[in-house]
Protein backbone atom coordinates (compact mmCIF):
# COMPACT_ATOMS: atom_id res chain seq x y z
CA UNK A 1 0.00 0.00 0.00
CA UNK A 2 1.31 3.32 -1.29
CA UNK A 3 -0.29 5.50 1.58
CA UNK A 4 -1.69 5.12 5.44
CA UNK A 5 -5.18 4.71 5.88
CA UNK A 6 -6.44 7.86 7.51
CA UNK A 7 -9.74 6.84 9.26
CA UNK A 8 -12.21 8.51 11.38
CA UNK A 9 -13.79 6.74 13.96
CA UNK A 10 -17.30 7.66 15.01
CA UNK A 11 -18.95 6.19 18.29
CA UNK A 12 -21.54 7.30 20.91
CA UNK A 13 -19.65 5.30 23.78
CA UNK A 14 -16.12 4.68 24.69
CA UNK A 15 -14.23 3.46 27.73
CA UNK A 16 -14.31 4.75 30.61
CA UNK A 17 -17.95 3.65 29.69
CA UNK A 18 -17.75 -0.01 30.14
CA UNK A 19 -19.51 -1.96 28.03
CA UNK A 20 -19.26 -4.39 24.72
CA UNK A 21 -19.07 -1.75 22.12
CA UNK A 22 -16.54 0.54 24.14
CA UNK A 23 -14.08 -2.31 25.20
CA UNK A 24 -14.10 -3.81 21.94
CA UNK A 25 -14.00 -0.62 20.03
CA UNK A 26 -10.75 0.71 22.39
CA UNK A 27 -9.00 -2.72 21.62
CA UNK A 28 -9.33 -2.97 17.87
CA UNK A 29 -8.34 0.84 17.58
CA UNK A 30 -5.55 -0.13 19.75
CA UNK A 31 -4.17 -2.77 17.65
CA UNK A 32 -4.35 -0.70 14.43
CA UNK A 33 -2.33 1.83 15.63
CA UNK A 34 1.15 0.67 13.79
CA UNK A 35 -1.39 0.47 10.47
CA UNK A 36 -3.06 3.99 10.09
CA UNK A 37 -3.96 7.34 11.36
CA UNK A 38 -7.57 7.09 13.15
CA UNK A 39 -9.13 9.95 14.78
CA UNK A 40 -12.12 8.81 17.25
CA UNK A 41 -15.06 11.48 17.50
CA UNK A 42 -17.05 10.79 20.78
CA UNK A 43 -19.46 11.86 23.11
CA UNK A 44 -17.53 14.31 25.72
CA UNK A 45 -18.11 13.55 29.13
CA UNK A 46 -16.97 15.65 32.34
CA UNK A 47 -14.50 13.10 33.74
CA UNK A 48 -13.10 12.87 30.66
CA UNK A 49 -9.12 13.37 30.18
CA UNK A 50 -7.27 15.56 28.23
CA UNK A 51 -8.10 14.57 24.44
CA UNK A 52 -5.81 11.99 22.73
CA UNK A 53 -4.48 13.67 19.36
CA UNK A 54 -6.97 14.75 16.40
CA UNK A 55 -9.55 13.53 18.97
CA UNK A 56 -13.10 15.28 18.24
CA UNK A 57 -15.57 15.42 21.02
CA UNK A 58 -18.76 15.99 20.60
CA UNK A 59 -22.18 17.61 22.61
CA UNK A 60 -24.04 14.85 24.19
CA UNK A 61 -27.48 14.14 26.62
CA UNK A 62 -27.66 11.46 29.53
CA UNK A 63 -29.68 8.29 28.82
CA UNK A 64 -32.44 7.54 31.05
CA UNK A 65 -31.57 4.52 33.97
CA UNK A 66 -28.04 4.70 32.46
CA UNK A 67 -25.89 7.24 34.59
CA UNK A 68 -22.50 6.52 33.08
CA UNK A 69 -23.84 6.76 29.07
CA UNK A 70 -24.29 9.59 27.30
CA UNK A 71 -26.41 10.07 23.89
CA UNK A 72 -24.73 11.89 21.40
CA UNK A 73 -26.50 14.88 19.48
CA UNK A 74 -26.57 15.33 15.70
CA UNK A 75 -23.15 17.25 14.28
CA UNK A 76 -23.34 17.75 10.67
CA UNK A 77 -21.84 21.12 11.10
CA UNK A 78 -18.76 19.93 13.19
CA UNK A 79 -18.18 17.33 11.27
CA UNK A 80 -18.69 18.66 7.94
CA UNK A 81 -15.84 21.36 9.64
CA UNK A 82 -13.72 18.91 10.21
CA UNK A 83 -13.50 16.62 7.15
CA UNK A 84 -13.20 19.42 4.89
CA UNK A 85 -10.45 20.77 6.98
CA UNK A 86 -8.55 17.06 7.26
CA UNK A 87 -10.73 14.58 4.98
CA UNK A 88 -10.49 11.07 6.05
CA UNK A 89 -10.01 8.15 3.43
CA UNK A 90 -13.00 6.73 5.46
CA UNK A 91 -15.60 6.67 7.95
CA UNK A 92 -16.28 3.86 10.16
CA UNK A 93 -19.15 4.28 12.46
CA UNK A 94 -19.89 1.62 15.56
CA UNK A 95 -23.09 2.93 17.12
CA UNK A 96 -26.14 3.92 14.96
CA UNK A 97 -27.66 6.46 17.67
CA UNK A 98 -28.07 10.70 16.50
CA UNK A 99 -24.08 10.74 16.22
CA UNK A 100 -24.07 8.30 14.66
CA UNK A 101 -26.45 9.42 11.52
CA UNK A 102 -25.27 12.60 11.23
CA UNK A 103 -21.48 10.86 10.79
CA UNK A 104 -23.36 8.87 7.82
CA UNK A 105 -24.81 11.48 6.12
CA UNK A 106 -22.25 13.75 6.29
CA UNK A 107 -19.62 11.48 5.02
CA UNK A 108 -22.03 10.47 1.71
CA UNK A 109 -22.30 14.11 1.25
CA UNK A 110 -18.79 14.65 1.24
CA UNK A 111 -18.47 11.60 -1.09
CA UNK A 112 -16.24 9.90 1.98
CA UNK A 113 -16.90 5.84 2.10
CA UNK A 114 -18.59 4.99 5.24
CA UNK A 115 -19.16 2.01 6.44
CA UNK A 116 -20.27 0.37 10.03
CA UNK A 117 -21.13 -2.01 12.70
CA UNK A 118 -24.13 -3.87 13.54
CA UNK A 119 -23.09 -4.40 17.58
CA UNK A 120 -26.85 -3.96 19.05
CA UNK A 121 -30.60 -5.02 18.35
CA UNK A 122 -31.90 -1.92 19.47
CA UNK A 123 -34.93 -3.35 17.37
CA UNK A 124 -35.80 -6.19 20.43
CA UNK A 125 -34.37 -4.06 23.44
CA UNK A 126 -38.41 -1.65 22.82
CA UNK A 127 -40.30 -5.19 23.58
CA UNK A 128 -38.12 -5.86 27.20
CA UNK A 129 -38.93 -2.29 28.14
CA UNK A 130 -43.03 -2.30 26.78
CA UNK A 131 -42.69 -0.42 23.67
CA UNK A 132 -43.30 -3.45 21.73
CA UNK A 133 -45.56 -0.75 19.41
CA UNK A 134 -41.57 0.98 18.22
CA UNK A 135 -40.24 -2.30 16.93
CA UNK A 136 -41.32 -1.80 13.66
CA UNK A 137 -39.78 2.05 13.28
CA UNK A 138 -36.62 0.91 15.16
CA UNK A 139 -36.44 -1.92 12.64
CA UNK A 140 -36.78 0.28 9.42
CA UNK A 141 -34.33 2.78 11.08
CA UNK A 142 -31.39 0.09 11.55
CA UNK A 143 -32.42 -1.54 8.11
CA UNK A 144 -32.06 2.29 6.17
CA UNK A 145 -28.61 2.95 8.58
CA UNK A 146 -26.93 0.35 7.67
CA UNK A 147 -28.04 0.25 4.16
CA UNK A 148 -27.02 3.67 3.29
CA UNK A 149 -23.32 2.33 4.32
CA UNK A 150 -21.09 0.93 1.80
CA UNK A 151 -20.59 -2.16 3.86
CA UNK A 152 -21.54 -3.00 7.50
CA UNK A 153 -19.75 -5.66 9.97
CA UNK A 154 -21.45 -8.34 11.84
CA UNK A 155 -19.78 -10.46 14.20
CA UNK A 156 -20.76 -14.14 13.11
CA UNK A 157 -22.36 -15.67 9.90
CA UNK A 158 -25.45 -16.65 11.70
CA UNK A 159 -26.02 -13.27 12.51
CA UNK A 160 -25.26 -12.06 8.73
CA UNK A 161 -28.34 -14.41 7.12
CA UNK A 162 -30.03 -13.43 9.68
CA UNK A 163 -30.07 -9.83 9.22
CA UNK A 164 -29.82 -10.71 5.32
CA UNK A 165 -33.19 -12.09 5.47
CA UNK A 166 -34.62 -8.88 6.90
CA UNK A 167 -33.26 -6.73 4.18
CA UNK A 168 -30.00 -5.61 5.32
CA UNK A 169 -27.63 -5.41 2.78
CA UNK A 170 -23.75 -5.49 2.22
CA UNK A 171 -22.45 -7.44 5.19
CA UNK A 172 -19.20 -8.87 6.22
CA UNK A 173 -18.10 -11.33 8.89
CA UNK A 174 -15.63 -10.03 11.37
CA UNK A 175 -15.48 -11.79 14.47
CA UNK A 176 -14.16 -10.43 18.01
CA UNK A 177 -11.20 -11.14 19.60
CA UNK A 178 -10.38 -11.84 23.02
CA UNK A 179 -7.52 -10.49 25.19
CA UNK A 180 -5.29 -14.18 26.33
CA UNK A 181 -2.68 -12.00 28.56
CA UNK A 182 -5.78 -10.61 30.52
CA UNK A 183 -8.17 -13.44 30.47
CA UNK A 184 -7.27 -16.65 32.08
CA UNK A 185 -7.34 -19.23 34.43
CA UNK A 186 -3.69 -18.18 35.77
CA UNK A 187 -5.97 -14.97 37.66
CA UNK A 188 -7.77 -17.50 39.89
CA UNK A 189 -8.06 -16.27 43.27
CA UNK A 190 -8.52 -18.87 45.82
CA UNK A 191 -9.01 -16.81 48.89
CA UNK A 192 -11.62 -14.51 46.43
CA UNK A 193 -13.33 -17.62 45.95
CA UNK A 194 -13.10 -18.29 50.02
CA UNK A 195 -14.57 -14.98 50.87
CA UNK A 196 -17.66 -15.75 48.03
CA UNK A 197 -17.79 -18.99 50.07
CA UNK A 198 -17.76 -17.44 53.58
CA UNK A 199 -20.69 -14.58 52.91
CA UNK A 200 -23.30 -15.05 55.32
CA UNK A 201 -21.25 -16.30 58.33
CA UNK A 202 -21.03 -19.56 57.29
CA UNK A 203 -17.83 -20.95 55.52
CA UNK A 204 -18.33 -23.43 52.67
CA UNK A 205 -16.37 -26.42 51.42
CA UNK A 206 -14.80 -24.84 48.15
CA UNK A 207 -14.06 -28.06 46.79
CA UNK A 208 -17.54 -29.38 47.25
CA UNK A 209 -19.67 -26.02 46.19
CA UNK A 210 -19.55 -24.56 42.41
CA UNK A 211 -19.61 -21.11 42.07
CA UNK A 212 -21.84 -19.82 38.91
CA UNK A 213 -20.88 -16.33 37.76
CA UNK A 214 -22.71 -13.84 35.37
CA UNK A 215 -21.02 -11.12 34.37
CA UNK A 216 -23.81 -8.19 32.85
CA UNK A 217 -24.91 -5.10 32.51
CA UNK A 218 -27.58 -5.00 34.68
CA UNK A 219 -30.97 -4.64 32.39
CA UNK A 220 -33.83 -5.67 30.70
CA UNK A 221 -32.34 -7.11 28.12
CA UNK A 222 -30.28 -9.11 29.53
CA UNK A 223 -32.94 -11.49 30.91
CA UNK A 224 -31.15 -11.67 34.13
CA UNK A 225 -34.26 -13.19 36.33
CA UNK A 226 -34.14 -16.49 34.02
CA UNK A 227 -30.77 -17.25 35.56
CA UNK A 228 -31.83 -16.10 39.35
CA UNK A 229 -35.40 -17.75 39.39
CA UNK A 230 -33.06 -20.62 37.68
CA UNK A 231 -30.36 -20.47 40.73
CA UNK A 232 -33.36 -19.96 43.37
CA UNK A 233 -35.40 -22.91 42.23
CA UNK A 234 -32.00 -24.92 42.80
CA UNK A 235 -31.22 -24.06 45.98
CA UNK A 236 -34.78 -24.89 46.85
CA UNK A 237 -34.10 -28.17 45.82
CA UNK A 238 -30.70 -28.62 48.39
CA UNK A 239 -27.90 -27.60 45.74
CA UNK A 240 -24.76 -25.08 47.78
CA UNK A 241 -23.81 -23.40 44.80
CA UNK A 242 -22.69 -20.00 44.84
CA UNK A 243 -24.29 -17.30 42.61
CA UNK A 244 -21.63 -14.22 41.67
CA UNK A 245 -23.47 -11.38 39.60
CA UNK A 246 -20.58 -9.28 38.38
CA UNK A 247 -21.78 -5.99 36.88
CA UNK A 248 -24.54 -2.93 37.07
CA UNK A 249 -26.56 -0.98 35.41
CA UNK A 250 -30.56 0.06 36.47
CA UNK A 251 -32.17 -3.17 37.32
CA UNK A 252 -29.44 -4.02 39.96
CA UNK A 253 -31.28 -2.25 42.87
CA UNK A 254 -34.59 -4.22 42.32
CA UNK A 255 -32.62 -7.56 41.72
CA UNK A 256 -30.58 -7.63 44.57
CA UNK A 257 -33.51 -6.62 46.78
CA UNK A 258 -35.55 -9.73 45.34
CA UNK A 259 -32.89 -12.54 44.83
CA UNK A 260 -31.21 -12.34 48.57
CA UNK A 261 -29.31 -15.65 47.94
CA UNK A 262 -27.05 -14.01 44.89
CA UNK A 263 -24.18 -12.44 45.82
CA UNK A 264 -24.35 -9.03 43.82
CA UNK A 265 -20.49 -7.30 43.58
CA UNK A 266 -21.10 -4.50 41.67
CA UNK A 267 -18.85 -3.54 38.01
CA UNK A 268 -15.27 -4.98 38.03
CA UNK A 269 -12.79 -4.23 35.73
CA UNK A 270 -9.40 -4.58 34.50
CA UNK A 271 -7.52 -7.69 36.92
CA UNK A 272 -10.16 -7.57 39.35
CA UNK A 273 -12.28 -8.99 37.00
CA UNK A 274 -10.05 -10.97 35.40
CA UNK A 275 -10.09 -12.73 38.81
CA UNK A 276 -13.72 -12.54 39.16
CA UNK A 277 -13.72 -15.06 36.26
CA UNK A 278 -10.98 -17.04 36.80
CA UNK A 279 -12.03 -17.62 40.24
CA UNK A 280 -15.57 -19.15 39.17
CA UNK A 281 -16.20 -22.63 38.14
CA UNK A 282 -19.66 -21.97 35.25
CA UNK A 283 -20.33 -19.27 33.13
CA UNK A 284 -24.38 -18.79 33.22
CA UNK A 285 -25.38 -16.04 30.61
CA UNK A 286 -28.80 -15.87 29.81
CA UNK A 287 -29.31 -12.51 27.26
CA UNK A 288 -30.76 -13.57 24.24
CA UNK A 289 -30.51 -9.88 22.54
CA UNK A 290 -26.92 -10.06 22.05
CA UNK A 291 -25.42 -9.71 18.46
CA UNK A 292 -21.98 -11.58 20.27
CA UNK A 293 -21.57 -11.26 23.53
CA UNK A 294 -17.91 -10.68 24.50
CA UNK A 295 -18.28 -11.94 28.07
CA UNK A 296 -19.00 -15.11 26.73
CA UNK A 297 -15.09 -15.26 25.21
CA UNK A 298 -13.80 -13.94 28.44
CA UNK A 299 -15.29 -16.34 30.23
CA UNK A 300 -13.70 -19.35 27.83
CA UNK A 301 -10.29 -17.51 27.69
CA UNK A 302 -10.74 -18.19 31.67
CA UNK A 303 -11.59 -21.75 31.61
CA UNK A 304 -15.23 -22.13 31.91
CA UNK A 305 -17.54 -24.10 30.57
CA UNK A 306 -20.62 -22.68 29.29
CA UNK A 307 -24.36 -22.03 30.20
CA UNK A 308 -26.29 -19.91 27.91
CA UNK A 309 -29.12 -19.91 24.94
CA UNK A 310 -27.68 -20.72 21.65
CA UNK A 311 -27.17 -17.44 20.40
CA UNK A 312 -24.22 -14.88 19.36
CA UNK A 313 -20.81 -15.97 20.78
CA UNK A 314 -22.42 -19.59 21.78
CA UNK A 315 -23.91 -20.41 18.89
CA UNK A 316 -20.88 -19.53 16.66
CA UNK A 317 -18.49 -21.30 18.96
CA UNK A 318 -19.61 -23.49 21.57
CA UNK A 319 -21.38 -27.49 21.05
CA UNK A 320 -23.99 -28.44 24.11
CA UNK A 321 -22.18 -31.40 26.19
CA UNK A 322 -19.31 -30.42 24.17
CA UNK A 323 -18.31 -27.04 25.72
CA UNK A 324 -21.31 -26.72 28.06
CA UNK A 325 -24.67 -26.71 28.30
CA UNK A 326 -25.66 -24.86 24.92
CA UNK A 327 -30.21 -24.30 25.00
CA UNK A 328 -31.76 -24.23 21.61
CA UNK A 329 -34.74 -24.07 23.30
CA UNK A 330 -35.55 -20.10 24.52
CA UNK A 331 -37.60 -21.16 27.07
CA UNK A 332 -37.03 -20.30 30.90
CA UNK A 333 -38.15 -23.92 31.94
CA UNK A 334 -35.35 -24.82 29.48
CA UNK A 335 -32.77 -22.74 31.31
CA UNK A 336 -34.14 -24.09 34.67
CA UNK A 337 -33.66 -28.14 33.70
CA UNK A 338 -30.26 -27.16 32.45
CA UNK A 339 -28.49 -25.70 35.11
CA UNK A 340 -30.16 -28.74 37.36
CA UNK A 341 -27.92 -31.02 34.69
CA UNK A 342 -25.03 -28.90 35.23
CA UNK A 343 -25.46 -28.72 38.63
CA UNK A 344 -25.91 -33.07 38.75
CA UNK A 345 -22.59 -33.13 36.76
CA UNK A 346 -20.67 -31.26 39.37
CA UNK A 347 -20.59 -34.15 41.48
CA UNK A 348 -18.74 -36.33 38.97
CA UNK A 349 -15.50 -37.26 40.33
CA UNK A 350 -12.95 -34.89 40.69
CA UNK A 351 -15.78 -32.17 38.94
CA UNK A 352 -14.15 -34.07 35.78
CA UNK A 353 -17.18 -32.91 33.37
CA UNK A 354 -16.69 -29.35 34.40
CA UNK A 355 -13.19 -29.62 34.07
CA UNK A 356 -13.08 -31.47 30.57
CA UNK A 357 -15.49 -28.47 29.39
CA UNK A 358 -13.52 -26.01 30.42
CA UNK A 359 -10.54 -27.17 29.11
CA UNK A 360 -12.24 -27.45 25.38
CA UNK A 361 -13.49 -23.72 25.72
CA UNK A 362 -9.78 -22.45 26.45
CA UNK A 363 -8.74 -24.02 23.65
CA UNK A 364 -11.06 -22.56 21.57
CA UNK A 365 -10.51 -18.85 23.18
CA UNK A 366 -6.87 -19.46 22.27
CA UNK A 367 -7.85 -19.12 18.46
CA UNK A 368 -9.67 -15.51 18.59
CA UNK A 369 -6.88 -13.92 19.17
CA UNK A 370 -6.99 -9.79 17.90
CA UNK A 371 -4.39 -10.13 15.52
CA UNK A 372 -6.05 -11.82 13.57
CA UNK A 373 -9.58 -9.53 13.96
CA UNK A 374 -7.40 -6.62 13.42
CA UNK A 375 -5.61 -7.84 9.80
CA UNK A 376 -9.10 -8.60 8.47
CA UNK A 377 -10.95 -5.63 9.04
CA UNK A 378 -8.11 -3.80 7.86
CA UNK A 379 -8.24 -5.38 4.24
CA UNK A 380 -11.76 -4.49 4.71
CA UNK A 381 -11.11 -0.90 5.75
CA UNK A 382 -8.38 -0.59 3.23
CA UNK A 383 -10.39 -2.21 -0.09
CA UNK A 384 -13.18 0.41 0.67
CA UNK A 385 -11.15 3.29 1.04
CA UNK A 386 -8.53 2.79 -2.06
CA UNK A 387 -10.94 -0.14 -4.66
CA UNK A 388 -8.98 1.15 -7.21
CA UNK A 389 -5.75 0.09 -5.64
CA UNK A 390 -4.86 -3.49 -6.29
CA UNK A 391 -5.43 -5.72 -3.11
CA UNK A 392 -2.15 -7.31 -1.82
CA UNK A 393 -1.82 -9.78 0.81
CA UNK A 394 -3.20 -8.17 4.23
CA UNK A 395 -0.15 -8.77 6.12
CA UNK A 396 1.85 -7.09 3.10
CA UNK A 397 0.19 -4.41 2.89
CA UNK A 398 -0.19 -3.59 6.66
CA UNK A 399 3.67 -4.51 6.73
CA UNK A 400 4.39 -1.98 4.26
CA UNK A 401 2.42 0.76 5.76
CA UNK A 402 3.96 0.55 8.77
CA UNK A 403 7.05 1.44 6.96
CA UNK A 404 5.95 4.25 5.87
Known amino acids: ?39 LVRVNRHDLEAPMTDELRMAGFPIPGYARLRGGFPAWIGLRRAWIKQRPDLVHIATEGPLGLSALQTARSLQIPVCSDFRTHFEQYVDHYKLAWLE ?65 GR ?16 AAEKN ?76 MASALPVLAYRHGASAALLQDQEHGWILRDFSLSAF ?5 TALDAWATPGHSTWQAMGEKVLAIA ?11 MLSHWYALAFPTVKAKAPHESFAHSQQL
Open 224 to 299: LEVLLQAYRAAKQSGSPARLVMVGDGPMRAGLERDYPEALFVGMKTGLDLSRHYASADLFCFPSQSETFGNVILEA
Open 1 to 39: MDRRLRLAVVTETFPPEVNGVSLSLAKLLEGIGPFCDWQ
Open 336 to 340: HDALK
Open 203 to 218: RLDPNKVPVLICVSRM
Open 366 to 376: KTQSWDSVVEL
Open 136 to 200: PLASAYLRYFHNHCQLNFVPTEMLSKQLKAQGFERLAVVPRGVDLARFGPQHRDEGLRAAWLGNG
